[in-house]
Nanobody, 121 residues
Framework: QVQLVESGGGLVQPGGSLRLSCVASGSIFSISWMGWFRQVPGEQREMVAV???????NYADSVKGRFTITRDNAKNSLYLQMNNLKPDDTAVYYC???????????????WGQGTQVTVSS
């Protein structure tokens, strides 16, 4: 099994910055793409940013130019640098990964437990 644990959420004023981290652990054979998603109560979970294992990234239009996704493959870690935060960025942010666990022959999708980001003055 693979576990994802996020950290770095919190309360920040509009215009401020936060850096989210996600560490994958467990019996990992390989991880392909990883990503950040977010969800507001009563709404669907939406993609924020995704990145392949060779570093190619894609972003939601709403965060382009403000958020940067990176990963450290050696540490099985994923990061999201969020700058110029807006109240509309308030949500629970989830780490997601497609990974092959040791002893398995195909990839499965894994989610972290989520970390709250609140942007408010």
């Amino acid at each position: 099994q693979v576990q994802l644990v996020e950290s770095g959420g919190g309360l920040v004023q509009p215009g401020g910055s936060l850096r989210l981290s996600c560490v994958a652990s467990g019996s990992i054979f390989s991880i392909s793409w990883m990503g950040w998603f977010r969800q507001v109560p009563g709404e669907q979970r939406e993609m924020v940013a995704v990145i392949t294992n060779d570093g190619s990234a894609n972003y939601a239009d709403s965060v382009k130019g403000r958020f940067t996704i990176t990963r450290d493959n050696a540490k099985n870690s994923l990061y999201l640098q969020m700058n110029n935060l807006k109240p509309d960025d308030t949500a629970v942010y989830y780490c997601n990964a497609w990974a092959i666990a040791s002893g398995r022959s195909s990839a499965s999708n894994y989610w972290g437990q989520g970390t709250q980001v609140t942007v408010s003055s």
